[in-house]
C-alpha cells in the first residue's frame, strides 16, 4: 500500500513537473483518490461523495486555469474552440486530431451531421493546430 501511494504521489510530481498539471488542480485529485480509497474501504456513499466533489471542482479550476470566459480576441476563441473538440490546453496537436477526427466523424453531412457544424469542427481544429504552433516558436 505505501509503494502505491508512493508511485501515485511521484505520478502527480511528474505531472506537475512537465506542466501537465497545476499546483491548484492537486488538491481536488488527492480529494478524488481519496475519495476512491474510502469506497473501495466500504465507505461508499463518503467516497462517492468525496468522488464527485473532486470532479466539480477539478472541473471549475480547469475552466478558470485556462481562461474560460474571457470575453472577446483570440483567446475566447480558443477557448470556445477547446471547449467544442473537447479538448485542455494541456493537450498535443495529436490529442487535438484525435479528437477532431472522432467528432467529424459523428457529425460529417454524410453520415447525417451538418454542413455548419463539420466547418465548426475544422475551423475550431485549425485555430487550435495554428495557436499551438504560434506558441512553439
Same mark, same amino acid.
Given at each position: ?10 505520478? %502527480? ?7 501537465? %498539471? ?15 480509497? %474510502? ?23 480547469? %475552466?478558470? +486555469? ?8 483570440? @483567446? ?8 467544442? +473538440? ?5 493537450? /498535443? ?13 459523428? @457529425? ?13 469542427? @475544422? ?8 495557436? +499551438? /504552433?504560434?506558441?512553439?516558436?
Amino acid at each position: 500500500m505505501t509503494a502505491l501511494v508512493i508511485l501515485v504521489f511521484l505520478a %502527480l510530481g511528474w505531472a506537475v513537473w512537465k506542466g501537465k %498539471l497545476q499546483k491548484k488542480q492537486l488538491l481536488p485529485i488527492l480529494l478524488g483518490l481519496s475519495g476512491a480509497f %474510502l469506497a473501495s474501504r466500504g465507505s461508499l456513499i463518503i467516497g462517492v461523495a468525496a468522488i464527485g466533489i473532486a470532479a466539480f471542482w477539478y472541473r471549475g479550476l480547469t %475552466l478558470r +486555469l485556462s481562461g474560460s470566459g474571457a470575453k472577446g480576441g483570440k @483567446n475566447s476563441d480558443i477557448d470556445a474552440a477547446r471547449f467544442l +473538440l473537447g479538448v485542455s490546453r494541456f493537450d /498535443n496537436a495529436e490529442r487535438i486530431r484525435e479528437r477532431h477526427r472522432t467528432l467529424i466523424a459523428q @457529425n460529417h453531412p454524410d453520415t447525417g451531421g451538418s454542413a455548419e457544424r463539420a466547418a465548426e469542427l @475544422n475551423k475550431a481544429r485549425d485555430l487550435l493546430l495554428d495557436d +499551438l /504552433n504560434h506558441k512553439r516558436l
